[in-house]
């Protein structure tokens, strides 16, 4: 049964920090790109950052130089370490895997929620 499963979600100031975790099973994880969406209130759904099999990462423009992907095979997770948060980074935040060109695969999100 493949599962994703977000942790790690809450409430922080803006300027701070947050690491969020996915937890895959039921699949490999290691062989193919995972990913990290997110989904501001009233928004479309929106790819934030990819880490490619053998480790290479892509962002979006928007969370470029404060985000962080990165992976741990052995232990089946992948996080994502989130700094300066802005209002704007405010949304549920999805753990994602992409299988033959499509991003087939999904967690259930866990809600980040930047405020002073």
């Known amino acids: 049964q493949v599962q994703l499963v977000e942790s790690g979600g809450g409430t922080v100031q803006p300027g701070g920090s947050l690491r969020l975790s996915c937890a895959a099973s039921g699949f490999d994880m290691s062989t193919h790109p995972m990913g990290w969406y997110r989904q501001p209130p009233g928004k479309e759904r929106e790819l934030v950052a990819t880490?490619?099999?053998?480790?290479?990462?892509d962002y979006a423009d928007s969370v470029k130089g404060r985000f962080t992907i990165s992976k741990d095979n052995s232990k089946l997770t992948v996080y994502l370490q989130m700094d300066s948060l802005k209002f704007e980074d405010t949304a549920v935040y999805y753990c994602?895997?992409?299988?033959?060109?499509?991003?087939?695969?999904w967690g259930r999100g866990t809600q980040v929620t930047v405020s002073s």
């Open positions: 880490i490619f099999s053998g480790g290479a990462t």
């Open positions: 994602a895997s992409r299988r033959f060109g499509v991003w087939g695969w």
